[in-house]
């Protein structure tokens, strides 16, 4: 299951925390609800991936797809607190050197 939670902006700009697993069936809510929250993305966004356990392919894809229009606008994505497994996910794919990656945790 999966579900993605607005948070509060902050000086980084807006939080939004991630939570359970994002694959082939929940990516379709995942890419509709991401981008809503986007909206026009004139500030930084930052994924907060603290309570993401999981996330295949397609679900980074939806996020490059996201830091494409957030870049766009000016602006970025950052990826924050990923737990070990997302993080390996991340530096194998090589995105951990396309997104900013955050460790506030």
Same mark, same amino acid.
């Given at each position: 299951m999966f579900e993605l939670v607005l948070g509060s902006n902050e000086g980084s700009g807006k939080v939004i925390l991630l939570r359970?697993? $994002? !694959?082939?069936?929940?990516?379709?809510?995942?890419k509709d609800n991401l981008f809503q929250a986007m909206g026009d993305c004139r500030e930084d966004i930052v994924l907060?991936?603290?309570?993401?356990?999981? $996330? !295949?392919s397609m679900g980074?894809?939806?996020?490059v797809a996201a830091l494409k229009r957030?870049?766009?606008?000016d602006s970025n994505i950052k990826i924050r607190d990923p737990r070990p497994n997302v993080k390996k996910l991340f530096k194998i794919t090589g995105l951990d050197k396309v997104f900013i990656m955050e460790e506030l945790k």
């Open positions: 359970g697993e $994002i !694959d082939i069936y929940s990516a379709p809510d995942f907060d991936c603290s309570e993401l356990s999981y $996330i !295949d980074l894809g939806i996020m957030a870049r766009q606008n």
